[in-house]
């Protein structure tokens, strides 16, 4: 979405094919396209003759997910060999499931890859050379940026403490209590069960040391509270079994995190396995002054800097005890919590805003653009 806007700010013609669609009415899904719609990009269906008349007209066709490559044949069919070298592929995945022939055969023969993450990069280069003896054209990584939007909101004290007392009256927390949270999608790769076992054995640890510290309460945004699934029936049974009802909170997902990024002290970006892409919420949170407790894995270790703008831990169940330690320690030592948080907005100045981002991506379109037209004419 975030390059739609940016080439539509210098005038491209951009138009957002929608690749999946539920058949039932999306919140999430009917934002994006009035939000596409507002900033003047079109929108299309992924299947019919103008989203081919479109990909063939087109002086660049950005894949924007690794599953996209399906699209390709599903639609286009004998046209993908003319379309293949004037696509830039924005990958953000980095889940196994993704390495499967049918979605990423023609990733040799676009102009380019584009990767969030050196980490996730390297990652996709060895995967699928060796799982699939695929070679990977040429690949920039490109850093994401907070948005202007966002930074209004982060760098606006009053709108902070509004936001941070509605969110908070809501939750029924107390301005002086303590909020830990975890903002995603609920799933067990996203890790919000191993966070719900460490904050309980850190309310455990707090309790049996006689600590005096805030109360603390932790914040899982990301439900679903329509069709809990399987997992999310697990978590609140854990919760219910520990008897912390009144410490966790669950909240519907949302496009909307700056409320509650505003409303709470620490977020914990505790994905598994090989971790986050990138992970924009680190970035974004860090914009709001919040330390990040967050795994040693992925696109996180490209953002956070352990020990000074936030504490990373190994994945898995063997990471639980760190986490829980980490969250007494930015329990108990309120300057050390706070000096991470102002680090983090300093780092977030310095390297992930939307112009970095901008001037990166244009970099690449740059070149990519230029090697789409040589294959073209050629």
């Not at 496009?255 to 919420?281: H, K, M, W």
């Not at 919590?337 to 100045?349: A, D, H």
């Amino acid at each position: 979405m975030e390059l739609a806007f940016l080439l539509r700010g210098v005038g491209a013609e951009v138009v957002w094919i929608t690749n999946q669609k539920p058949e039932e009415a999306d919140e999430v899904i009917y934002s994006l396209e009035n939000k596409m719609l507002d900033r003047g990009v079109q929108v299309f269906p992924a299947k019919g003759q103008k989203a081919i008349d479109t990909a063939l007209k087109a002086d660049l066709v950005v894949l924007n997910t690794a599953v996209a490559g399906k699209w390709l044949d599903a639609v286009l069919k004998e046209n993908v060999p003319r379309v293949l070298p004037k696509v830039l592929w924005w990958i953000h995945e980095m889940r196994g499931h993704y390495f499967k022939v049918e979605y990423v055969k023609h990733l040799p023969f676009v102009a380019g890859a584009m990767i969030d993450s050196h980490t996730t990069a390297e990652y996709w280069k060895n995967r699928t050379r060796e799982r699939l003896g695929i070679q990977m054209p040429d690949t920039y990584v490109v850093h994401l940026g907070n948005s202007k939007e966002l930074m209004e909101v982060a760098e606006d004290s009053v709108s902070r403490r509004v936001l941070r007392e509605h969110v908070r009256e809501s939750l029924g927390v107390r301005n002086e209590d303590l909020l830990f949270a975890i903002v995603n999608s609920v799933s067990r790769g996203k890790g919000q069960d191993l966070f719900l076992r460490s904050f309980h054995e850190s309310l455990q640890i707090i309790k049996e040391k006689k600590l005096q510290v805030p109360s603390m309460h932790a914040v899982v945004v990301g439900s679903d509270m329509s069709k809990q699934t399987k997992f999310e029936t697990e978590l609140r049974n854990f919760v219910i079994e520990k008897k912390i009802q009144d410490r966790v909170h669950f909240v519907n997902k949302t496009l909307t995190v700056a409320p509650y990024l505003a409303a709470i002290d620490v977020l914990v970006q505790n994905s598994q396995a090989r971790g986050e892409c990138f992970g924009r919420i680190t970035i974004e949170a860090m914009a709001f002054q919040l330390p990040v407790l967050g795994t040693a894995a992925g696109g996180t270790m490209e953002i956070v800097v352990n020990g000074t703008t936030g504490l990373l831990h190994p994945v898995g169940k063997e990471g639980t005890t760190s986490l829980t330690n980490n969250i007494v320690k930015l329990t108990t030592h309120v300057e050390r919590r706070l000096t991470m948080g102002k680090k983090g907005y300093e780092r977030v100045k310095e390297r992930f805003l939307e112009p970095h981002m901008a001037r990166r991506i244009a970099l690449v379109l740059r070149e990519v653009l230029q090697k789409a037209k040589s294959r073209t004419n050629s």
